[in-house]
């Protein structure tokens, strides 16, 4: 249940609304600072901001009726009727690259992946705003904590059943440190980068999809409300899709590296590492499942794990910049 912050006549104003709209300016203001600030096209970057706000809620919708559909009377009342009812993130991920995609279609935008990075610093920051939601209902929670009864691990639940106070695992306040720590990491690298020139068009999307996907994987499994596939109804749509986006950044930084090195012998030695991490973070999520009491050394080990996909993903695309640059001086 939403905590309603004010009453205007007829008009119900919940806190949760008021939060929702701080991280969409917040996301605004940042993503067209970075965009015009760059020299990208004014008119391309004010055309985004509402086509990603219309496109982003239409899908957020969408998603979170499929994966909940018994929270509305039907499709069409979930699509047209938006004083209720919930939102997922996928769906402003999804619009905001449709977006993207259609003004570089349209020739407004000179590249595709230079709007995708500015989205991408900018939607960390709109992230770490918006999961403040959490703090005025009682969603985006996890397990309850023994010995744990302050932030930023815990945070207060009533129970609705026995009404007493449960401090569960606040994932929510995680995932807006997470998010705001990426966001000051992306921004550092992406202004260092562009001032010195070595920074190539989609990087800093294909990372902010790296290690965010990467965090997800791990901190969705610890919520007590994922979203499911209606398919199996235990599988999370966020954690496959937060897998998705490490494989692409993984395929894409190891397709460039072989590209400009060639294919060798020792970066077999950085690809096996990556799949064993996967193997091990995949049966670590099977684990817990099973095994809820020993929840912290899983989620220990399956973070160790991915963290170490990252890394490691981090240094094949160190490997492909620096052969582009000596390739690039031999030429000159």
Known sequence: MDKLAFIWGD????????????????????????????????????????????????????????????????FL??????????????????GCFLTAALLRFLRLDRSLGEMLDCMSIAGCAGI?????????????RGNVLENVT?????YPVTNAVSGATEYRLATFVIQSMVALVLFTGLAVFYIRANKAQKLKDGDTCLIFLLIYGASQVVLDSTRYDSLFFRSNGFVSVVQVL???????????????????????????????????CVGCAGFMEYYVQRRGNEAVFAYSVMSGCLAGIVLLTLLIRYLAVTAERRRQISVS
Do not use: E
């Not at 004010?46 to 009726?65: K, Q, S, T, Y």
């Not at 302050?150 to 815990?154: C, G, I, M, N, T």
């Not at 937060?242 to 950085?270: C, P």
């Open 242 to 276: 937060g897998a998705l986006g490490l494989g692409l950044a993984i395929a894409v930084f190891s397709h460039r590296m072989v590209k400009l090195r060639g294919f060798k012998f020792w970066q077999l030695l950085l690809w096996l590492p990556i799949a064993a």
């Open 150 to 154: 302050s932030l930023p691990f815990a």
């Open 11 to 74: 008009t119900f104003v919940y806190w949760n609304s008021i939060v929702l709209t701080l991280a969409a300016v917040t996301a605004i203001c940042f993503f067209l600072s970075f965009y015009i600030g760059k020299g990208g096209n004014a008119v391309a970057g004010f055309a985004a901001v509402p086509l990603c706000l219309v496109l982003g809620l239409i899908f957020a919708r969408f998603f979170h009726w499929y994966c909940r559909a018994d929270s509305y009377d039907g």
């Open 77 to 94: 009342a979930a699509m047209t009727d938006y004083t209720s009812g919930g939102y997922a993130l996928m769906g402003v991920f999804l």
């Open 128 to 140: 770490a705003v918006g999961r403040l939601t959490s703090f005025f209902n009682a969603s985006d």
